[in-house]
């Protein structure tokens, strides 16, 4: 199931900027997707212990961590801000150009972008975010399945994400794009106990 469309107008991010705050969208191709309400707390906390893992490995590089909500504009050319039709909040994302860094957030593909799966948004992060990311060309894209216990990783080679690789998470996953970077689930999944099913 996929997340509900806002109408079935096509937007930029000129008009995305005047909405207002009460809701969250994403657009993808000029197509306005309703963001999930709040996530459970083992999203958060998932999202979060990721976040500060690699806030701390990044620490005196170039590299910059961000949680979100921060808006990335994803232009498919040279395209004014105003006429950009593809805005998403992705969960963790690292920027390791300053360029791409702005008041607004950013511009241009992350260095690597993470996904913390949740019923609601997992079919809309699989499909429509993976060929965004991918189109956009995001070096690494994680998706983290937090009730299976399993991250799906892609790295982008060329213009195209390789076949995804899907790992446990029963040891430390590394970052392909920045070498000696890993995160380890361990002490996380001791703290967040697995679904009921």
Request: proline share 9%; hydrophobic share 40%; net charge negative.
């Amino acid at each position: 199931m996929g997340l509900p469309q806002r109408d079935s107008a096509l937007h930029t991010y000129a008009e995305y900027l005047t909405w207002p705050d009460d809701a969250r969208y994403e657009l993808i191709d000029g197509v306005a997707y309703l963001m999930a309400p709040a996530p459970t707390l083992d999203h958060q906390d998932f999202v979060g212990e990721i976040y500060m893992q690699l806030r701390r490995a990044l620490d005196g590089t170039p590299c910059r961590v961000f949680i979100a909500p921060v808006d990335v504009r994803l232009p498919k050319a040279n395209e004014a801000d105003e006429q950009i039709d593809t805005v998403v909040q992705p969960d963790v994302l690292v920027v390791c150009q300053e360029s791409k860094l702005d008041r607004r957030g950013v511009r241009g593909a992350p260095d690597l972008v993470i996904e913390v799966l949740s019923p609601s948004s997992a079919t809309h992060d699989h499909l429509m975010k993976r060929r965004a990311y991918e189109r956009a060309r995001v070096r690494e894209y994680w998706l983290v399945h937090p009730s299976d216990r399993m991250v799906t990783l892609y790295l982008l080679e060329g213009n195209e994400f390789s076949k995804p690789e899907v790992r446990d998470l029963s040891r430390p996953t590394p970052v392909g794009i920045l070498p000696g970077v890993c995160i380890a689930w361990d002490a996380l999944l001791e703290r967040v106990p697995p679904p009921e099913y």
